[in-house]
């Protein structure tokens, strides 16, 4: 076995324990993510709105994607690493 079929054995509990966490907290890490984002855009006097909100949308969706779980208990495949 490789050096990257061992990494990807060792860290598959991380990675589902990951996604359980996602599933059961999704609502209350999108909040988070929200007051962090309303943080930064005050602190930096909405200069970078676009980007903030833009990465704010690409952290969300990584997290709805890690938090389903397909028939068989694992990630869907969607061509995402």
């Known amino acids: 076995m490789g050096f ?3 990494l990807k054995a060792r ?7 990951v996604s359980d966490l996602a599933a059961q907290h999704g609502d209350r890490i999108g909040q ?8 930064v855009d005050e602190r930096t006097g909405g200069k970078y709105s676009g ?9 969300k969706d990584a997290i709805d994607r890690m938090s389903q779980k397909g028939d ?3 990630p869907p ?3 995402t690493p």
Request: hydrophobic residues 25%; glycine residues 16%.
């Open 51 to 59: 980007r903030i909100e833009a990465g704010t949308g690409k952290a």
């Open 4 to 6: 990257k079929e061992t």
């Open 77 to 79: 495949r969607d061509g």
């Open 32 to 39: 988070g993510l929200d007051k962090a984002a309303r943080t």
């Open 11 to 17: 860290l598959a509990p991380a990675k589902d324990r």
């Open 72 to 74: 068989d208990g694992t």
